[in-house]
C-alpha cells in the first residue's frame, strides 16, 4: 500500500499524560499536513511542513501541540499535558508540488484520540 | 476569510434514486480551488474531485457530476442511480490565494443510501 499510513490508529490515555503520533506520507510527497477532525465537524488545519520546514501553523497548535519532520519523510505530532478537549481524530495528508498553487492533499486512515 | 457552507446535515436516500448534495463557499481570492472528499466509516478521507476557480465547466465522472457555478459560490455534488457502497460523509473544501496551503471543510453531510 502506498497511501499516507498514520500510527497508532486508535489511543486512549488519561488526562495529563503526553502522546505521540507518526505520520508516513506518500513517497515522494514533500509536503506534509495535520489537520483534527472533532466530532460532526470538518478537518481543521493545524500545521504543514514542506520538507523538513515547518512552514505555517494554525493557532489551534496550543503550546501543548509540537510536531517534526526531522528528514523530510514522516512527520510526528505529540501532545503534551493531554486535556479532554483534544479528543478528536487527527488527520495527515500529504502532496507533491503539480505546478499550480494548491496541489491535492491525500489522507491517511486517521488517529482517533480519546482522553479519559 | 474563507468559508464553506454545507446546509444539509444527512441526507437519506433510497438505492437508486439520485441525490444532490449542496456546498456554498465564501472567499475574496480571485484564484482559488475546491474539493469534494468522501469519508467512509473508516476515517479516511478519500478525494474525489477538485476544480480551480477559472474553469467553470461541469464534471461527470461515471455516477458522480459536479456543478460549478460562480455566479451563486456553489459546488455542487450529484450522485447519479445511487448505491449503498454510496453511504458516507462528504466533505466540500476550500483553498485560496491567503492560506494556500490549507485546506476549509465545510461540516459535511451524512449520506445514507438504504437498499
Known amino acids: 500500500d502506498t497511501g499516507v499510513s498514520q500510527d497508532p490508529r486508535h489511543k486512549i490515555t488519561k488526562r495529563g499524560q503526553n502522546v505521540t503520533f507518526r505520520c508516513d506520507p506518500i513517497?515522494?510527497?514533500?509536503?506534509l499536513y495535520w489537520y483534527r477532525q472533532t466530532l460532526g465537524q470538518g478537518p481543521e488545519f493545524l500545521t504543514y511542513?514542506?520538507?523538513?520546514?515547518?512552514?505555517?501553523k494554525s493557532r489551534l497548535l496550543s503550546d501543548r501541540f509540537s510536531a517534526e519532520r526531522p528528514k523530510g519523510s514522516f512527520s510526528t505530532l505529540e501532545i503534551q499535558r493531554t486535556e479532554q478537549g483534544d479528543s478528536a481524530m487527527y488527520l495527515c495528508a500529504s502532496s507533491v508540488p503539480s505546478g499550480e498553487p494548491q496541489e491535492t492533499q491525500y489522507f491517511g486512515p486517521g488517529t482517533r484520540l480519546l482522553v479519559l | 476569510a474563507q468559508k464553506v457552507t454545507q446546509a444539509q446535515t444527512e441526507i437519506s436516500v433510497v438505492e437508486k434514486e439520485d441525490v444532490t448534495l449542496d456546498c456554498v463557499y465564501e472567499?475574496?481570492?480571485?484564484?482559488?480551488?475546491l474539493f469534494w472528499y468522501k469519508q467512509p466509516p473508516s476515517g479516511e478521507l478519500v478525494f474525489l474531485i477538485r476544480r480551480n476557480s477559472f474553469d467553470e465547466q461541469n464534471e461527470i465522472s461515471g455516477r458522480y457530476s459536479w456543478n460549478f457555478q460562480k455566479s451563486t459560490s456553489s459546488f455542487n455534488f450529484t450522485i447519479t442511480a445511487s448505491q449503498v457502497v454510496d453511504s458516507a460523509v462528504y466533505f466540500c473544501a476550500l483553498s485560496g490565494e491567503t492560506g494556500a496551503n490549507n485546506l476549509f471543510f465545510g461540516t459535511g453531510t451524512r449520506l445514507t443510501v438504504i437498499p
Open positions: 472567499t475574496r481570492d480571485t484564484t482559488y480551488y
Open positions: 513517497s515522494e510527497h514533500n509536503r
Open positions: 511542513f514542506q520538507n523538513e520546514a515547518q512552514l505555517e
